[in-house]
């Protein structure tokens, strides 16, 4: 039986330092709308509540900024991704900033516990801190860490106490208990914008990472299909489109954390149509448009949904 998209709208910013992202899920269906396109119109969606309200909190847990609200989020997240699966439906997820991408991958295990899942991480952040080593006690710096249920404790340089510790080890377990994903089922696309102990972390962990230079030196194609054997072992695949993969200075700074010498639009879309012609992926998740940081109009969210076009073309292909 073939699964019908269902999108997900995740207004959710609080886990960047800088307000906005919330605001790029309506940014691309305004992209759409403006080239008469009906996208939006086509398919079920799901608007989540969010925690946004929380900004106005004193921030007194600095290790890891409003991670109560943000621990609710994930959770709201990854009870909607799981029951849109069990469901029958493809969660279509849009966020706002990336700490989200723990809701939708513990979604994926809740709805399917004793399935091994894979992970492609296209970005061009590592986004494996935790608050024992994150710099900024931003969270959307840490859904991977979350994810693998690993705090690099190796690296600590944050004492990481009280409600931080509280919510950040409940955190690791929303959906199931404990790791969501094995670190050998990870691989990254783009990550160009690392600290110390995320570089030192990756090594540790063996994670790849295929860089820009090389995915066009050996060729795009080539570099998914190694992926695509890795995860020969992973009977499910999670999607983390960061737009900050992208180029900056090439598509937009329209994102809290742009960083230049990245992917071009073409080359996202070629990466995630050819890992859904696998048929093995779970989600697909859109994250970080910030349109109030776009000085090209609304160009990032344009970008964003050209990309999203493009790829829900091949998904209603393979579902
Ligand atoms: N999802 C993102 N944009 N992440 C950016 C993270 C930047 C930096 N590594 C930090 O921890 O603050």
Redo the contacts with the bound molecule.
């Keep these: 039986m073939s699964k019908s998209i269902k999108i997900i709208k995740n207004r959710s910013d609080i886990g960047?330092?800088t307000r906005g992202s919330d605001l790029g899920i309506d940014a691309i269906e305004i992209a759409a709308i403006n080239e008469k396109n009906d996208y939006f119109n086509q398919f079920d969606f799901e608007d989540l509540e969010t925690e946004n309200e929380s900004i106005y909190n004193k921030v007194t847990n600095s290790f890891a900024k409003r991670v109560k609200s943000v621990y609710e989020q994930c959770e709201r997240l990854s009870t909607s991704v799981a029951r849109n699966i069990n469901e029958g439906n493809f969660p279509l997820v849009i966020s706002g900033?990336?700490s989200s991408a723990l809701g939708t991958i513990s979604g994926i295990k809740a709805a399917h516990p004793n399935k091994r899942l894979g992970v492609v991480w296209i970005?061009a952040?590592a986004?494996i801190?935790s608050p024992y080593t994150?710099?900024?006690g931003?969270i959307?710096?840490m859904p991977l860490a979350a994810a693998l249920a690993d705090d690099n404790l190796d690296c600590q340089i944050n004492e990481v106490t009280g409600d931080t510790e509280k919510y950040w080890n409940a955190m690791k377990n929303i959906g199931v208990d404990g790791a969501k994903v094995l670190a050998q089922d990870v691989v990254y696309f783009g990550v160009r914008?690392?600290?110390e102990p995320?570089d030192k972390q990756i090594a540790k962990l063996g994670i790849k990472n295929y860089m820009v230079h090389e995915v066009r030196y050996r060729g795009l194609e080539t570099c998914v299909n190694e992926v695509l054997d890795t995860m020969s072992n992973c009977d499910m695949i999670y999607i983390s489109f960061?737009v900050?993969s992208m180029d900056c200075d090439l598509i937009s700074y329209g994102t809290?954390?742009p960083v230049p010498k990245g992917f071009d639009q073409h080359e996202i879309i070629a990466i995630i149509n050819q890992l859904l012609a696998s048929k093995k992926v779970a989600s697909v998740e859109f994250?970080?448009v910030n349109p109030l940081l776009d000085f090209k109009g609304n160009k990032m969210a344009e970008t964003a949904f050209e990309v999203l076009d493009a790829v829900t073309k091949q998904l209603k292909e393979v579902l």
Aim: proline residues 4%.
């Design positions: 960047a330092g900033d990336h970005d952040h986004d801190h994150s710099p900024s931003n959307h710096g914008d690392t600290e995320e960061d900050d809290g954390t994250v970080e």
